[in-house]
């Protein structure tokens, strides 16, 4: 929502704002949306390496329409740490209804990849994108996803990132 509604924000803080206060505060928006952008760039860098991965991990084992199955492991991935589950049951369901001896190995992978994901690839490609400790980053998904569920897990990561970004503003306006 704020990407999509950058100007219009700026442009209201531009006419409501006190002059001195104007730029401090369309300097602290562009940070924010700078920081939005990367971290899009981000769930989009893992949701690509993810796809990949399983793509060429369900080649390997021999199931049909791999990269289809490895798309939707990666495309579900946008949901922290339970996503690729949900991509996965899909998959699972399918390798079962297609050939039973491959469900155990498609199971595996997805178990792995999942693993590997969640707690190396993801915090730290979020911790780089949002310049943020990796460790911030697995208590601030854990803390939202138990409040607030799926969504909490999915707005986790950006609102760190603002609140992190504010604190900066604010430790800098002491000074």
Wanted: aromatic content about 8%.
């Amino acid at each position: 929502y704020f990407l999509l509604d950058f100007k219009k924000i700026t442009r209201f803080i531009k006419n409501k704002l006190i002059e001195n206060e104007k730029e401090e505060a369309l300097e602290t928006l562009l940070e924010i949306d700078k920081t939005m952008r990367a971290y899009f760039n981000g769930v989009i860098i893992v949701m690509v390496l993810l796809s990949l991965f399983a793509t060429i991990l369900f080649s390997i084992v021999g199931i049909d329409l791999p990269l289809l199955w490895g798309t939707i492991i990666g495309i579900t991935n946008i949901i922290p740490y339970i996503g690729p589950y949900i991509g996965g049951a899909i998959v699972v369901v399918f390798t079962l209804a297609t050939s039973a001896t491959k469900t155990i190995s498609v199971l595996i992978i997805i178990i792995a990849l999942q693993l590997i994901e969640s707690n190396l690839i993801s915090p730290n490609i979020h911790s780089k994108t949002t310049k943020t400790s990796p460790i911030l980053v697995l208590l601030f998904v854990s803390i939202f996803g138990d409040l607030m569920g799926i969504f909490g897990m999915i707005i986790a990561i950006p609102i760190l990132s603002i609140i992190q970004i504010l604190l900066n503003k604010i430790k800098k306006q002491k000074k």
